[in-house]
């Protein structure tokens, strides 16, 4: 689901260079979706925004089980625990629906205004990284001798 779209926690955790953080670990602030997106059970979503330097949008978010849809931004996702079965939905591309298994390590990817369905099986965190979206936050430039692929 879309972080953008359910912003359940203001909160910024910092991570420092040299640092880390045990993202299976962190508290998250769950509060239930919104009813118009809610298909079947209970389902809510919170996330955490880290603040790991310039140039992307990075945080934890998670959703517990149960059923809703979606309109997605522009994102990779890692998972980090948990199972779910996502459906971008046709109209979308104009294509046939296509299905995303998630378990954890797997990454995934999603774009602007694609249409989902999210069916959380077992409570599913995920990494994301969003690309920024204000001009004064683009990446700074490669130091000289660095390759950037």
Not at 35 to 46: W, Y
Not at 95 to 111: D, H, N, Q, T, Y
Not at 125 to 135: C, D, E, Q, S, V
Request: aromatic share 2%; glycine share 10%.
């Amino acid at each position: 689901m879309s972080v953008a779209e359910h912003p359940q926690s203001n909160h910024t955790t910092v991570l420092t260079p040299g640092g880390v953080l045990p993202l299976t670990e962190l508290a998250l602030q769950i509060a239930p979706l919104p009813a118009a997106e809610v298909r079947s059970g209970t389902p809510g979503a919170g996330s955490l925004a880290v603040d790991a330097g310039p140039g992307l949008d990075i945080g934890v978010w998670e959703m517990t089980a149960g059923t809703a849809v979606d309109v997605e931004v522009d994102e990779c996702f890692l998972v980090l625990t948990g199972r779910a079965t996502v459906t971008v939905l046709p109209d979308t591309d104009g294509g046939s629906p296509r299905v995303m298994e998630l378990a954890p390590g797997v990454l995934g990817r999603l774009s602007a205004g694609m249409r989902t369905e999210w069916v959380v099986h077992e409570n599913l965190r995920k990494l994301y990284l969003m690309p920024l979206t204000t001009a004064s936050a683009a990446p700074e430039a490669p130091a000289a001798g660095v390759t950037v692929r």
